[in-house]
C-alpha cells in the first residue's frame, strides 16, 4: 500500500508565506511526478505545480514567481513554497503522484494525499 501524507499549511494574512510538505511511502519501486494541486470553496480542484523525476517543473499561471514546488527524491517528498500568499490561494491542498510500486508487471498508479487547508486571510 502507498500513501501520501501531507503536512504544513494553516491559516496566514495576505502577503505571508506557507510551506506544506508531503511524503511518499510504502513498498515504492519509483516515483515519477508529483504535484500539488487545490480546491478552493465553491471551486473545481485545479493543478498548482509539478515537478519531475528530473526536476522539470510546471506552474499554474496564477502562481508563477510566488509558489516554488522542490522535490528530495532519497525521501520520496514533495514541498511546496508559498510566499506572497493572496486571498484567494485559500483552498485545501492535495499532494498528487505517479508511483510505480514493488509489483509484476511495473504499473503506475496515481495516489492522492488526504488534504491539508490553507487559509489566507486579507
Known amino acids: 500500500q502507498v500513501q501520501l501524507v501531507e503536512s504544513g499549511g494553516g491559516a496566514v494574512q495576505a502577503g505571508g508565506s506557507l510551506r506544506v510538505s508531503c511524503v511518499a511511502s510504502?513498498?515504492?519501486?519509483?516515483?515519477?511526478?508529483m504535484g500539488w494541486y487545490r480546491q478552493g470553496p465553491g471551486k473545481q480542484r485545479e493543478l498548482v505545480a509539478t515537478?519531475?523525476?528530473?526536476?522539470?517543473?510546471t506552474y499554474a499561471d496564477s502562481v508563477k514567481g510566488r509558489f516554488t514546488i522542490s522535490r528530495d527524491n532519497a525521501k520520496n517528498t514533495v514541498y511546496l513554497q508559498m510566499n506572497s500568499l493572496k486571498p484567494e490561494d485559500t483552498g485545501v491542498y492535495y499532494c498528487?503522484?505517479?508511483?510505480?510500486?514493488?509489483?509484476?508487471?511495473?504499473?503506475?498508479?496515481?495516489?492522492w494525499g488526504q488534504g491539508t487547508q490553507v487559509t489566507v486571510s486579507s
Open positions: 515537478v519531475t523525476s528530473g526536476n522539470s517543473k
Open positions: 498528487n503522484a505517479i508511483i510505480q510500486e514493488f509489483t509484476w508487471p511495473r504499473e503506475e498508479t496515481e495516489y
Open positions: 510504502g513498498r515504492i519501486f519509483s516515483v515519477n511526478v
